[in-house]
C-alpha cells in the first residue's frame, strides 16, 4: 500500500479538485484507492456527490468518541472517501491539539488498513503542522500554480518532495518560462505530467463531481490519467 500527498503551495492552486481526480484515475487503472480528507475545509467530499451539509467524518469521530473506520463512504467499487467532517474553528483547534501530541497519527492508521488498499491519497491543509505531521507518505507533492506568487513561494522552501504544475496554459509565455526555469532548477522534483487549465475542472465541482467522471474526453482528464500512470510507474521502478 502506497500512501501519497498532496498540498498545495498556497492556497487556490486546485489542490482538492487535483486529488479527487487523481484518486479516480488509480481507481480505473484497476487500484483500489482511499481518499483521506485532512484540510479541516472538508469539501473533498462534493467532488463525489456528497451533501454540503453532511457532518460526519473522522475528525468529528475523534471528537465524539467514535470508531474513524465507520467515517468512510464507498463511491464505486474499490474508491472509498474519508471526509473529514463539519468542526467549527475551536473544534478544528482541538483535533490539531491532539495531532501534536501523537506524532505520525495517520501513519498508526495506515498499519490498520494495510491490504484493503493499493493507494491512500491525502489531502493536506497548510498551515496545520499537527495534521501534516500526521502523516510521512511514501510520495508527497507539492502543487504549484505557475505564476510568480508560487514562483517565490517555493524559493522560500526546502528541497522536499515532488512539484506539480497545476493550471497549466501552454499560450502564456510566462508560464512557460516559468515552467522551464521550474525544471532547469529543480529537475526530477518537478513532475514530468503537467495539469493543463481546463474550465472542466471547475464545471465538474459545480455539478459535484470528479472531472473523469464529468468530462471523461477532457484535456484536464487525459492530465489526470497520465499523472496516475506516472505514480504507478515511478512505484513500480523502486
Not at 498545495?8 to 484507492?33: E, F, K, P, W, Y
Not at 475528525?59 to 474499490?78: E, F, I, K, S
Not at 465538474?204 to 477532457?218: D, F, R, T
Amino acid at each position: 500500500m502506497i500512501s501519497l500527498s498532496l498540498c498545495g503551495i498556497r492556497g487556490g492552486v486546485g489542490t482538492t479538485s487535483l486529488l479527487a481526480a487523481m484518486g479516480h484515475a488509480l481507481n480505473r487503472l484497476d487500484q483500489r484507492v482511499l481518499l483521506v480528507e485532512l484540510c479541516p475545509e472538508n469539501v473533498l467530499g462534493l467532488h463525489f456527490n456528497l451533501a454540503a451539509r453532511e457532518a460526519e467524518g473522522w475528525a468529528r469521530a475523534m471528537l465524539d468518541g467514535q470508531d474513524w473506520h465507520r467515517q468512510a463512504w464507498q463511491l464505486a467499487p474499490g474508491l472509498c472517501l474519508l471526509p473529514y467532517g463539519r468542526l467549527d474553528e475551536a473544534e478544528q483547534l482541538r483535533v490539531e491539539q491532539r495531532l501534536l501530541a501523537s506524532p505520525r497519527e495517520w501513519n498508526k492508521r495506515l498499519a490498520q488498513l494495510a491490504g484493503q488498499f493499493d493507494w491512500v491519497l491525502f489531502d493536506l491543509p497548510q498551515r496545520l503542522p499537527g495534521h501534516v505531521g500526521s502523516i510521512r507518505g511514501d510520495v508527497r507533492i507539492r502543487v504549484l500554480a505557475p505564476d510568480m506568487a508560487c514562483h517565490v513561494l517555493l524559493q522560500r522552501q526546502g528541497e522536499e518532495g515532488f512539484l506539480l504544475v497545476n493550471g497549466y496554459d501552454s499560450a502564456s509565455r510566462l508560464q512557460q518560462d516559468l515552467l522551464l526555469v521550474w525544471r532547469q532548477h529543480h529537475g526530477e522534483r518537478v513532475v514530468p505530467v503537467v495539469v493543463h487549465r481546463d474550465e472542466a475542472m471547475g464545471e465538474a465541482l459545480a455539478c459535484k463531481q470528479s472531472v473523469i467522471g464529468y468530462a471523461p474526453q477532457s484535456l484536464v482528464t487525459e492530465d489526470a490519467i497520465s499523472l496516475a500512470t506516472w505514480c504507478l510507474s515511478r512505484e513500480a521502478a523502486c
